[in-house]
């Protein structure tokens, strides 16, 4: 067990719908961050914040969106969802200390399906 | 820029024997991690082990070592005496320190240990 959770853990949904993926981050880590791996794509960074803050965006698509609240759990939102959409996507907490030993550790996945 | 390159797509090794996961990386930055993770067919990331750019032994954690060579920039993940379990998907990673935290990962090594 990381510490990272990560709810749901499957869902489904429609095509054009919504969805809220949600992270709660290992005690003591301040950065969150949000990948996508699909069998095609690989693993995607998407986005990463530091104790609320955004601190860096990769290959985010303008449909998704994402946040860190004050307690540090993370939420990221994925809205007129594609079929393309399907993938498992990643949460990931590290403590960040600004050093170059400061491990990512996983959540266990949401996996998103569209139908 | 940045970049991390697996080009092993697959592996088999016999069960008890030594196998060796090449990953070779590209970066400007003088200071810099190096990680690598497993992916077992049910999903989650795990951490298995980190090496520092300064740092002078192989990291070894268990029967996983990191062989690093860093004037020829590569990390290869060695398991000695391997396990069934120990079949998954193996990603290398790096996050140089310049890049407040960042992580780039391989596509990722296919692993199979044969009975």
């Known amino acids: 067990d990381s510490g990272v959770t990560q709810t749901p853990k499957h869902l489904i949904t429609a095509t054009g719908q919504r969805v809220t993926l949600r992270c709660s981050p290992r005690s003591g880590d301040l950065s969150v961050y949000w990948y996508q791996q699909s069998l095609d794509q690989g693993l995607q960074f998407l986005i990463q914040y530091y104790n609320g803050e955004e601190r860096a965006k990769g290959n985010i698509l303008e449909r998704f969106s994402a946040q860190q609240f004050p307690d540090l759990h993370s939420e990221l939102n994925l809205s007129s969802l594609e079929l393309g959409d399907s993938a498992l996507y990643f949460c990931a907490s590290s403590e960040w200390t600004g050093g170059t030993g400061n491990t990512i550790y996983f959540g266990e996945g949401s996996w998103l399906t569209v139908v | 820029a940045q970049k991390i390159t697996q080009t092993q797509p697959g592996m088999f090794v016999q069960e008890k024997e030594a196998v060796t996961l090449d990953c070779t990386y590209d970066?400007?930055?003088?200071?810099?991690?190096l990680f690598w993770y497993k992916q077992p067919s049910s999903g989650e990331m795990i951490f298995l082990i980190y090496?520092?750019?300064?740092?002078?032994q192989n990291a070894t954690e268990g029967r996983y070592s990191l062989n690093f060579q860093k004037a020829r920039k590569s990390a290869n993940l060695v398991i000695s005496a391997s396990q069934l379990g120990d079949s998954a998907m193996y990603f290398c990673a790096m996050s140089p320190r310049n890049t407040g935290n960042q992580f780039y990962f391989g596509t990722g090594t296919s692993l199979t240990v044969i009975p």
């Open positions: 090496q520092g750019s300064y740092d002078q």
């Open positions: 970066t400007s930055d003088p200071s810099y991690g």
